[in-house]
């Protein structure tokens, strides 16, 4: 049995759910989980009842509540330090740090132009210049930490072993299939697909399948 619960929204929208999801599930982290769908008429209250903020994802751990994705990833961190959820070198670390904080808090451009669809494909959509640039930089910071540490460290994630940073980004990953193709320098290329390839991303794809073929019945 775990203690761990974790509320999450709608698998094909909920970028924000997908990330502490993605880690805790890649990680083998045990949890329960439990979803409120977005968008329907009870949503907003269940999302109230359900977390301080009103919004998902919402980790119970026992007594302690942890709202955001981000303070999520870092209580996993401080509860499960064996998962090793940051890079241990401090300067791969200080980066990882760095480019979570970033996703975090930016790429406004395309969180906006460029909303998680898990489930389309191919869309093909033209970049506007914001999108753009804020491709161009996220292209950057994928090719930056595969070059000077994960290759580096053997494995095949932005910092060789899977990291908070691997779950931040991925919703993007998925962007970029959905709204792509969206041309990446080959160390960014192979993490997209790395990420999108784990067994964890593919059960959130399934996952999102399910929900979206239950609404259809
Ligand atoms: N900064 C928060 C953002 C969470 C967020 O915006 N969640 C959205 C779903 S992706 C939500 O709960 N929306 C419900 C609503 O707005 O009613 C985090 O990182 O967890």
């Known amino acids: 049995m775990t203690d761990l619960v974790l509320i999450i929204g709608d698998k094909n929208l909920s970028t924000w759910s997908l990330r502490p999801w993605l880690a805790m599930t890649h990680l083998g982290i ?3 989980e439990e979803n409120i769908r977005l968008d329907r008429p009870d949503s907003r209250e269940r999302l109230k009842a359900a977390s301080p903020s009103g919004l998902v994802p919402c980790l119970k751990d026992g007594a302690a509540v942890v709202w955001d994705s981000l303070a999520i990833l870092e209580h996993l961190n401080d509860r499960f330090p064996d998962k090793n959820l940051w890079p241990r070198a401090p300067e791969a670390r200080a980066h990882a740090r760095s480019i979570a904080a970033e996703m975090h808090a930016g790429f406004s451009n395309l969180r906006t132009v460029w909303p998680m669809q898990v489930l ?10 914001g999108v753009a640039r804020d491709i161009a ?13 994960g290759a580096r460290e053997g494995g095949p994630f932005l910092y060789g072993d899977f990291s908070i940073a691997d779950a931040m980004y991925a919703p993007v990953a998925t962007r970029f299939r959905t709204y792509g193709p969206v041309e990446l320098p080959r160390p960014a290329a ?21 929900e979206v073929a239950a609404d259809r019945r």
């Not at 192979?190 to 399948?209: F, N, Y």
Request: proline share 4%; hydrophobic share 45%.
């Open 190 to 210: 192979d993490w997209m697909e790395t990420i999108l390839e784990t067994p964890a991303m593919k059960s959130w794809v399934a996952g999102a399948e399910a």
């Open 30 to 32: 045990p949890f329960r």
């Open 120 to 129: 389309r494909r191919d869309l093909r959509h033209l970049t506007s210049g």
């Open 137 to 149: 930089r996220i292209a950057e910071l994928w090719t930056e930490a595969r070059d000077r540490f």
